[in-house]
């Protein structure tokens, strides 16, 4: 077994500012990615990885940037944070590379307020 | 838009079986009936997952349906542990988002 650890679990921050998020698994896993998700909506792939230094823009990349520096670890930047924005970010990862179905193992998520 | 359709909530009482039913009619030939869970404040759980068969694993039973446009996710001796909300989703690969839908919010009663 292994553990996707997040931090923060709560950030608030003001507009405009940049805000980073991080994430940590010890599965040993290829693949880490990055979703938002709304209240009451799915999950929108904003970034993945598929190796270490490696960087996939998913649907909603554009306001984020990521940074895979090393496999066991991913962290995703808002470059400037909308006010009143609200969200939660999910990391997730997943053993093989995602080319086929295969199972997520998720974080518990950051949850993001702006102020 | 979730190309799957659940109803929105079901009960159950501690130590019953319950069956979660799924219906997505349009399903492709490639794409895999996945379940997940979710309690607030976690990220989604993975339960389990099919293609054509029938599975089982230590959290459920799988049954996806001979045409495959629908599937029941059954759950047996229900705890408190298992209220959450289930979302039963079509995945092809990984590289995607996951078009969660309301999904069906299981309660447990004591």
């Known amino acids: 077994g292994g553990i996707i650890t997040q931090t923060p679990k709560f950030l608030i921050g003001q507009e405009g500012q940049k805000l980073t998020l991080k994430c940590q698994q010890n599965?040993?896993?290829?693949?880490m990615y990055w979703y938002r998700q709304d209240s009451g909506k799915g999950l929108r792939l904003i970034y993945y990885s598929i190796t270490e230094n490696d960087l996939q823009k998913g649907d909603l990349s554009e306001g984020y940037d990521a940074s895979r520096e090393k496999k066991s670890s991913f962290s995703l930047t808002v470059t400037s944070a909308q006010k009143n924005e609200m969200a939660v970010f999910l990391c997730?990862?997943?053993?093989?590379?995602?080319?086929?179905?295969?199972?997520?193992?998720f974080g518990s998520g950051t949850r993001l307020t702006v102020l | 838009d979730a190309k799957t359709t659940q109803p929105d909530s079901m009960e159950s009482t501690e130590g019953e079986t319950v069956h979660l039913p799924c219906s997505h009619a349009?399903?492709?030939?490639?794409?895999?009936i996945y379940w997940y869970r979710q309690v607030p404040l976690q990220g989604p759980e993975y339960v389990t997952h099919g293609l054509q068969q029938n599975t089982t694993n230590s959290m459920a039973f799988l049954a996806i349906a001979s045409d495959r446009k629908s599937s029941t996710l059954i759950l047996t001796h229900v705890s408190l542990r298992d209220a959450a909300v289930y979302h039963c989703i079509l995945i092809e690969g990984g590289y995607q988002n996951f078009y969660f839908g309301k999904g069906t919010s299981l309660t447990v009663i004591p």
């Open positions: 349009t399903i492709s030939g490639n794409e895999y």
């Open positions: 599965f040993n896993h290829d693949t």
């Open positions: 997730a990862s997943s053993e093989l590379g995602g080319r086929w179905a295969e199972t997520l193992y």
